[in-house]
């Protein structure tokens, strides 16, 4: 069984290790733009879950009793679930997080250190002895903390969407493996959030496995954001968020999907002539080179897009590789499904598996056999 003191000193030691990864570990191109403020952010929050532990195990709070223990959890870990929270809504947004938001978090979380150093201050029982005017604080400042943390989840959640939604949009597959920590991240922080009034009182084995499930939670945040700002995904993600059209909101979006056929006889004409010369096959496609290709504005074929019945460029796409790889399974039956798969546009196996399975409702070998 891992000892309280063990833990700590674990804890302290790998939220450094992340801290100094964040601050001296980024290559320069990484520097600038809203990821470097966001990875400054994450690492002024894993700074203060090391100087918690150090203080822990410096003084001995947990030991003095648990009031004492929790007070310093809740100070220290309120403000930096802050941090790292943000700091993943910061690169979400591209750094357009308004004064409202940040006076909202950081409202609450200054009212929950307010009240328990307030409470401190003026009670007449010595910090050494359990207090019970202490702990309601404690109870009151642990649900602020689940409030702060439910309201980051908000915003998150909100923009999550709205990336998901121009990045949909924008790539000819399914991209979510450019921002799918995000979703990990806000999920496994907001459900610790709500189990911190349940457990945070507690000893033994339900506090270590809490704290080690805080410690994967905020690894893996950081880590994910340090992955993604040193990758070319964020400059894939934001490419897509880039065009003004794409910035819509996910409830504006459903409302201008009808189920009627698009008008423009004009974009029609040019979404026919990119289909005969085959251009759908091309791999690594965007909508933006896909307008190109068909020389018309990229605005006017991302609305033919929305009321057709392929919804977006990846339904339109996938559908036609889907088809030409249904004949060429039949015509060409020396070539491997990898062959296939390639020469329709699909950049892996394993997807065109997949999506030709999700088509057909057979896989590529067994449609080739019955046909």
């Not at 070539?335 to 390639?342: F, H, P």
């Not at 329709?344 to 196996?349: E, L, Q, V, W």
């Amino acid at each position: 069984m891992i000892t309280v003191g063990e833990m700590q000193i674990s804890g302290m030691l790998t939220m450094l290790v992340l801290s100094v990864m964040l601050v001296m570990g980024v290559p320069s191109r990484s520097r600038q733009g809203s990821f470097a403020k966001a990875r400054w952010m994450m690492a002024a929050g894993t700074g203060l879950i090391a100087l918690q532990f150090l203080l822990q195990h410096s003084f001995g709070f947990r030991e003095m009793g648990v009031t004492q223990a929790v007070l310093c959890n809740l100070l220290f870990f309120t403000p930096a679930s802050l941090l790292c929270g943000m700091a993943v809504l910061f690169v979400q947004r591209q750094g357009h997080v308004s004064r409202k938001e940040w006076l909202g978090v950081s409202g609450i979380c200054a009212l929950s250190a307010i009240l328990l150093i307030g409470v401190t201050l003026l009670d007449d029982t010595p910090f050494q002895e359990e207090s019970m005017a202490l702990r309601t604080a404690e109870y009151v400042s642990s649900m602020l903390y689940v409030l702060m943390q439910s309201f980051i989840f908000t915003m998150q959640y909100k923009s999550y969407k709205q990336l998901e939604l121009a990045v949909g949009e924008y790539y000819d597959r399914e991209r979510r493996d450019l921002f799918g920590w995000m979703g990990m991240s806000m999920k496994a922080m907001t459900l610790l959030a709500f189990i911190v009034p349940l457990v945070i009182f507690m000893q033994g084995a339900p506090l270590v496995l809490f704290s080690i499930g805080f410690f994967f939670a905020i690894s893996y945040s950081t880590i994910s954001l340090y992955t993604y700002g040193v990758s070319k995904d964020v400059e894939r993600v934001e490419e897509a968020e880039a065009s003004e059209e794409l910035r819509v909101k996910s409830e504006e979006f459903a409302t201008e999907i009808t189920q009627t056929r698009p008008h423009d006889p004009a974009i029609t004409e040019a979404v026919d002539q990119w289909i005969e010369s085959g251009h759908y096959r091309e791999h690594n496609l965007t909508l933006g080179i896909v307008a190109r290709q068909m020389a018309v504005p990229q605005k006017q074929l991302q609305e033919w897009l929305r009321q057709s019945e392929y919804r977006k460029l990846a339904g339109l796409v996938t559908t036609l590789r889907i088809k030409e790889a249904q004949r060429v399974l039949v015509e060409h039956r020396d070539w491997s499904v990898e062959s296939v798969a390639d020469y329709c546009g699909f950049n892996d196996r394993k997807y065109f598996h997949q999506v030709f399975q999700q088509y057909t409702g057979t896989t590529p070998a067994k449609y080739q056999a019955n046909n």
